[in-house]
């Protein structure tokens, strides 16, 4: 661990900082050789190394706090964290010291260090030593052992300005190994800038408020359309301590700039009233998170006042993803104008602030002149890109202001890669969020050392920080505001600042994109699925009398089936996409034609009817039911192929369509009803039925003309001999008048004379079903028509479904 010998580059140690360590490194002399005998008693004896495999050592050294994370003069820097022994044997005569070597001259050597914490291989400079170490003297194998330090600055030998690595080692022996060694280290960094800088830097940190896709394309059928969430996650994000809660309460105590996707801000807004959450199948329950909702509004509100708003395209759409594989797919273009349109209307609704609609953000920063295309075609001239992305390619010895105009009245605003990516992983453990808060410290200070030029610098951490990340971003830029070399700067002026000349405006060509970003893009399959619903949604909505209640909600949803938020998860924007499509198919198939059986027609004209059905809750309109005949010699519609008429239902109800018909010819004809929007497209599915046509022809009707004159003649028959009949009874009736007169003479003869055959004739109008009121015979072809001859004008439409 012996210290470096100043080289080209590195910062010159003062006189008496030279002197103190010197006689500290003669003081050393024993433990230094030390360090170096083990190596050939170990190869000599067989003994167990004190590395492991990655070169660190077999005592673990945790850095839990810094404190001051950025010292001044004056100041008592304290150091606090844990030493845990990993190895087989006990440590015995262990202390934990600070190590502090020369300033760092480049911000690639801040790099190496930080790559190489742990190793004992490197060059730490000298132990501050003496009272300020912490002692054990036995530490137990697997046992963890708490450590604080407390030291002077002035302690530290400190001298230009600039970043100075701090090493915490622990040093002692075992009984392999018996003599004073470094066991285990960690090493971070100390930033020292006592004075103001002469030129401070221009620091803009965006804050970002994005978060995944919550909302369905479902709503309530009441006048408010409830919202239907997906799940209940977004209250887990909004409740005290949650993801969006910690981003909320730590950015309104900062100077930054809020980037906030409204498709957020329309979600939360949504949860203040009535919604549901999707459940099992078909089932939704009740949502409950109303006070959570509106108390997170009114604190953004609140924290918003005064600050600079970027509002990004609704729902965050992927850029990348649509210029790599959706532009070739007709209107996924105009899916991004829409987003881009409806968002500041949003913000301002929710949060009664003016956002910049300016700025586009590709994931992670990665452009190339595709991105940019798609990127400014919605309105935006500003990109936000990444130093690792659109890197220098000249001779800068200094990183350079962020702003870069790329062409075409277009601004690259280029965030540091490395301040702005100096938060990722697991930051839950003090120790990690410690390292990663100095290291961005130390980066920036040594950014603003490079040169005297005034520059602009633009921090962009990931879209959907972890709480843990946001708290270590957050306890980073709070030391670097309060520190003496930053000044906050809000990302529109940082946009505006004179480029530097010298600085790279040529954007990486496609091949150049990262391939582990590409592997994360929406398919075009993605797109093409957005643009089939869209047909759809365009199809559906002419017929509707009020169309808002479903255009607006699929409009959201169909940006939301294009947000950066699906990258890695794949499945569940497939399945998102499909419920949206599966949605949309169910409220269009909730108007319909019903189904009909085979119809019977007797006689050369007769009507059909076809109903049409309407379950959805609102009218519909401008909607065609044309009924076409496939075989149109035999039946046609007013000497046409096809008659049409136009159809209004209301709401929850179906009205009756009648046709008027001409048959031609006997038999069966396919006859087929389908609906059509106004201007050609089909609507829904066709419904196709029989008609079965009984004509009367000109043989059945001589035979019935036949019948009729018989039944003629049988009258005229009749009324004769009912005639004749008559003047008979007159004629016997006067002769017995006269035989009267001589009874006397004849009354031992019969009573009663022999019977009369004319007498005992039947008269006709006593015959039992004969006669002139006599039914007509009943023909084999009158059978009873299915439909009859009626009013060919349409029903209301207020016949109730019956449901």
Known sequence: MAEAADSPGMTPSPARRWLRRTGALLAGVPLLAGLQLPAASAQAAGQTSVKDASGAGTVAVAVDSLSPGVPTEGDTLTVSGTVVNNGRQAVTGAHVGLWVGSAFSTRSAIDTAAKNAESLSGDDGSEVGGKYVAKFAKLTPGVAEHFSISVPVDKLDLGEDGVYPLGVALSGQTSARPWEQVLGIQRTFLPWQPEEADTPTRTTVLWPLVSSVH????????????????????????????????????????????????????????????YRIRGDGDTTTAGTHQALAKQWLAELQEAVLGKEVVALPFADPDLASLAHNGTGVAGSLSQLKAATDVAATTVETVLHVTPSTDFAWPVDGAVDPSIVKVATSAGADKVIARGDSLAETGDLTYTPSAARPIGGGTTAVVADARLSTGFQGDLTKASTSTLAEQEFLAQSLALNLQTAKQRSVVVAPQRVP???????????????????????????????AKPDPGATTKVPSRSAYPSSLRKQELPR???????????????????????????????????????????????????????????????????????????????????????????????????ILRLTSTNPTRLEFSDEPYAEQRVTVSGGHSTTVKFTTSANVNGQTRVIAQLYTEDGQKYGAEVAFDVRVTEITATVMLVIGGGVLLLVLAGFRMYTQRKRAAARETAETAQDGEEGEDGADEADGPADGPEDPERRQTRPDEKSGSGAGAADPEQPSDGTPDTAVESVDPSGTGERVDR
């Open 466 to 496: 972890t709480a843990g990340q946001a708290r270590a971003l957050a306890a980073a830029v709070t030391m670097l505001q309060g520190g003496t070399w930053s000044q906050a700067q809000q990302l529109t002026a940082a946009a505006k």
């Open 525 to 623: 399959s993605a797109f093409e699925q957005i643009a089939y619903t869209q047909d759809r949604l365009d199809n559906f909505k002419v017929i509707l009398a009020n169309e808002a209640r479903v255009v607006t909600p699929f409009g959201r949803a169909m940006n939301r089936e294009m947000s950066t938020s699906w990258r890695g998860r794949r499945s569940a924007a497939s399945s998102f996409r499909q419920s949206v499509q599966d949605y949309l198919d169910t409220l269009t198939g909730q108007v319909k034609l019903i189904d009909k059986s085979e119809t019977k027609l007797s006689g050369r004209s007769a009507t059909i009817p076809v109903t049409v059905q309407n379950n959805l809750v609102q009218g519909v309109d401008h909607l």
């Open 215 to 274: 909302m369905t394309a479902e709503t309530g059928s009441n006048a408010q359309q409830t919202p239907v969430f997906l799940n209940d996650d977004l209250a887990g994000e909004l409740a005290p301590g949650g993801r969006l809660d910690q981003l909320l309460s730590l950015g309104k105590e900062l100077d930054v700039t809020w980037v906030i996707d409204p498709d957020l801000l329309a979600s939360v807004d949504a949860m203040t009233g009535s």
